[in-house]
């Protein structure tokens, strides 16, 4: 098992539950993956401020429901504090190696896996296992574009990835251009207003942003209604559309573009602070930036500001490079994986989370923990790679009609339809 994240102790409990025996690796010091970072200063994709932005009674595992005593979106620390009591209750912490970094998993030759891998104090092992799951989540290398606005290596003040942002206090009486609009960007651009002293948030596309509550309701609540599953596409769109508008408004009359799309054709970004920080006039938005120019940024409508720093929430690129080339990246980036999970040619290699839903991800995960389980024990079988292979072009096929081609898209799934097919394998 790599990985000791909300995937990872899901696989975990559920092979443990069967009687299957695992090691686990994962180079952070204690369970938790990325909800524990902020609370530990470590470098990663989670912030001081951040918090769920799915419910609690959904974001918790089955049967272990987070403490009632938490928030409907508790913070990161609370979170944390939660997966770490999980996986202590579910007795999985001994199973992991922690501050031990995965380097290489190879096949073996016999139908086995070897494992390499490195810890703490640089000492280097390697062991065989039959199964290996990976659970080490898909927030790893951060992107930024490509190439970077012209003058860019002239720019006099500081550049940074979200991944390396913590806390906005860092940047007390700054000014600070956020680029992006996904669920990092609006995040860091609050944050950002209540300490910095100008804050610019630069958008180049526009998405829809989507309160965290709609009639008195977590969104993610009613993504899995059974009134809104028996609607079709089309009508879960105008559903949606028709709330936005009451509840929102049209983007544009906030200084932000509209989106070229409709819902649910690209990920939405969940928020309840960002509008109002623009209407607060603590969060200023403009265009995509053009060019650099000293101190100065100059975006795509001719006007420019000074800027002390330019934070950059343009997303992760997914990397395993610890696994064999091409696996499970296709060459245009695209993830393969049989149902999201299995890896065609490469019996025994699994994957846990590498989904993005509309929705929390909890359910689905502990899905996939049950089908691998299966899978591992013996009781589940797969298909002859040809099929595999064939589902996954269905699906990505299916992907990129809705949404387009690209990396984040080739892992969006809809949270019904796929806890739908994962419980009919279950149930081969």
């Not at 003058?151 to 940074?160: C, K, P, S, Y």
């Not at 709330?243 to 309840?272: C, K, M, N, Q």
Request: aromatic letters at 8%; hydrophobic letters at 40%.
């Amino acid at each position: 098992m790599i990985g000791a994240g909300l995937s990872g102790l899901a696989v975990g409990r559920a092979l443990k539950e069967s009687g299957v025996d695992f090691t686990g690796f994962d180079r952070a010091p204690d369970a938790g993956g990325l909800w524990r970072q902020p609370g530990a200063g470590e470098r990663g994709p989670g912030y001081r401020t951040l918090h769920l932005n799915t419910a609690r009674d959904l974001t918790g595992y089955a049967g272990r429901p987070m403490p009632s005593s938490y928030p409907l979106y508790p913070r990161h620390t609370e979170v944390a504090a939660y997966l770490r009591d999980f996986a202590e209750r579910a007795g999985l912490l001994d199973h992991f190696a922690f501050r031990t970094e995965v380097t290489s998993v190879r096949p073996a030759g016999d139908g086995a896996w070897t494992v390499a891998g490195r810890d703490a104090d640089g000492t280097e092992a390697s062991r065989r296992f039959t199964h290996v799951v990976v659970a080490s989540g898909h927030h790893t290398e951060p992107a930024l574009p490509d190439p970077l606005p012209p003058g860019a290596d002239t720019f006099t003040g500081r550049t940074l990835h979200a991944l390396d942002y913590q806390d906005g206090a860092a940047f007390t009486g700054r000014r600070v251009v956020v680029v992006g609009l996904g669920a990092s960007a609006v995040d860091i651009a609050a944050d950002l207003s209540r300490h910095a002293a100008r804050t610019l948030l630069s958008v180049r596309r526009g998405l829809h942003i989507v309160p965290k509550q709609l009639y008195g309701m977590s969104v993610d609540q009613i993504a899995e209604a059974p009134w809104f599953q028996e609607m079709s596409l089309a009508g879960q769109r105008k559903f949606c559309e028709e709330a936005l508008r009451v509840a929102r408004g049209r983007l544009a009359d906030y200084g932000l573009p509209e989106p070229d799309h409709p819902v649910f054709s690209s990920a939405v970004t969940i928020s309840d602070e960002i509008l109002s920080r623009i209407r607060h006039g603590a969060v200023h938005p403009r265009p995509a930036i053009a060019s650099f120019d000293g101190d100065r940024v100059v975006f795509a409508d001719g006007t420019a500001e000074p800027a002390d720093a330019v934070v950059y929430c343009t997303g992760y690129r997914m990397d395993f490079p610890f696994l064999p080339a091409g696996c499970p990246l296709a060459p245009d980036g695209a993830v393969e994986l049989y149902r999201r999970v299995a890896a065609p040619g490469l019996p025994g290699l699994y994957f846990a989370g590498l989904v993005r839903p509309v929705g929390a991800i909890t359910r689905l995960v502990e899905a996939q923990a049950r089908w691998i389980t299966r899978l591992v024990t013996g009781t589940a079988v797969l298909p002859a790679e040809d099929v595999m292979r064939e589902e996954i072009a269905g699906y990505l096929d299916a992907v990129a009609e809705r949404y387009g081609r690209t990396q984040g898209s080739s892992i969006q799934v809809d949270v019904g339809p796929y806890l739908t097919e994962l419980r009919d394998a279950l149930d081969e």
